[in-house]
């Protein structure tokens, strides 16, 4: 199976400041890359997939990079809606699997 | 609007079965691969199975494989997972998801929460 390790485990920011959050594969997974944001008590929500494309109704703040191994989302200009846990998950193909998550907290 | 909603979760000892129900509404249900995820106590997130948008294809990873088993009627527009010979680690919450393409999930229901115990 394919291994996703996202770092950092944990990120602490204020409004207003940019964020990155990487990812990286145990292989090549091309561009199927997906993010999902999760807030407290709340299911996952879709953000960005295939790496880059943002899913409808995401704001244009967030922003996904990356092929092959290496992945990144970036949040410009932190709102405090943006605050809770990210995680990235390939979908190569089975199984497709998840990063262990980032927790992002207000500072 | 899209809503996923599970339903059928509960308190289940070792070696014991259950039925999930997922009900879907706001799209045409039959056009869409559906997909089990579930989330560990820890967090952590794991796929757990996904179904073809008729039904005639399924998959499993390692972990659940023989002992699960994702179905669909697309007449009700409903979603189930069948759960059998559980175990501690299958305690986890499960989401309903809609597959938005290659294995990705676009929407997510609220969840239902397993916990497997003696």
């Known amino acids: 199976d394919i291994q996703m390790t996202q770092s950092p485990a944990s990120l602490s920011a204020s409004v207003g400041e940019t964020v990155t959050i990487t990812c990286r594969a145990s292989e090549n997974i091309y561009s199927y890359l997906a993010w999902y944001q999760q807030k407290q008590g709340k299911s996952p929500q879709l953000l960005v997939y295939n790496a880059k494309t943002l899913a409808e109704g995401v704001p244009s703040r967030f922003s996904g990079s990356g092929s092959g191994t290496q992945f990144s989302l970036k949040i410009n200009s932190l709102q405090p809606e943006d605050f809770g846990s990210y995680y990235c998950q390939h979908h190569y193909g089975t199984p497709p699997t998840f990063g262990g998550g980032t927790k992002l907290e207000i500072k | 609007e899209v809503m996923l909603v599970e339903s059928g979760g509960g308190l289940v000892k070792p070696g014991g079965s259950l039925k999930l129900s997922c009900a879907a509404s706001?799209?045409?249900?039959?056009?869409?691969?559906m997909s089990w995820v579930r989330q560990t106590p820890e967090k952590r997130l794991e796929w757990v199975a996904t179904?073809?948008?008729?039904?005639?294809?399924?998959y499993y990873p390692d972990s659940v494989k023989g002992r699960f088993t994702i179905s669909r009627d697309n007449a009700k527009n409903t979603l189930y997972l069948q759960m059998s010979s559980l175990r501690s680690e299958d305690t986890a919450m499960y989401y309903c998801?809609?597959?938005?393409?290659?294995?990705?999930?676009?929407?997510w229901g609220q969840g239902t929460t397993l916990t497997v115990s003696s």
């Open positions: 179904i073809s948008s008729g039904g005639s294809y399924t």
């Open positions: 706001g799209f045409t249900f039959s056009s869409y691969a």
């Open positions: 998801a809609r597959q938005g393409g290659r294995f990705y999930f676009d929407y």
